[in-house]
Nanobody
Framework: QVQLVESGGALVQPGGSLRLSCVAS????????IGWFRQAPGREREGVSC????????YLAETAKGRFTISRDNAKNAVHLLMSNLGPEDTAVYYC?????????????????????WGQGTQVTVSS
C-alpha cells in the first residue's frame, strides 16, 4: 500500500515561491497519476494539478497556470509542485493524492473521488 507524505509548506510573503514535495513509500509512483489538491479555510477542496504516469502530461487549474509547475522525480519516488508568485488566495492545506489504478489522470482530473490514496497535507500560508 502506498503511503504519501507531503512537505515543503511554509509561511511565505506575497510574491514568493515554494516547492512542495510528495514522497511515496510502499510502491513506485512511476506509472500512476498524481494529483495536488488544496483546501482553504471554509472552502471546498479543489484540484490544483495532475501529472500522468505514462507520458508525464500535466494538467493545471486555471488559477495555477503560469505560476505552478508539477513534476516527477522518479529517483526519489516523489512528485513536486513548484509554486511561484504566490498570493494570499493560495493559502491552504495542500494535499497530494494517487490514482493507483492506472497511469492516466482522471477525467476530469480535478475530481477528488477518483483518487484513492491521500497524504496528510502540508500548510501553505501566504501573508506579509
Amino acid at each position: 500500500q502506498v503511503q504519501l507524505v507531503e512537505s515543503g509548506g511554509a509561511l511565505v510573503q506575497p510574491g514568493g515561491s515554494l516547492r512542495l514535495s510528495c514522497v511515496a513509500s510502499g510502491s513506485s509512483l512511476d506509472s500512476v497519476a498524481i494529483g495536488w489538491f488544496r483546501q482553504a479555510p471554509g472552502r471546498e477542496r479543489e484540484g490544483v494539478s495532475c501529472i500522468r504516469g505514462n507520458d508525464g502530461r500535466t494538467y493545471l487549474a486555471e488559477t495555477a497556470k503560469g505560476r505552478f509547475t508539477i513534476s516527477r522525480d522518479n529517483a526519489k519516488n516523489a512528485v513536486h509542485l513548484l509554486m511561484s508568485n504566490l498570493g494570499p488566495e493560495d493559502t491552504a492545506v495542500y494535499y497530494c493524492a494517487v490514482k493507483s489504478y492506472g497511469p492516466g489522470c482522471p477525467a476530469p482530473w480535478n475530481v477528488q473521488r477518483w483518487y484513492d490514496i491521500w497524504g496528510q497535507g502540508t500548510q501553505v500560508t501566504v501573508s506579509s
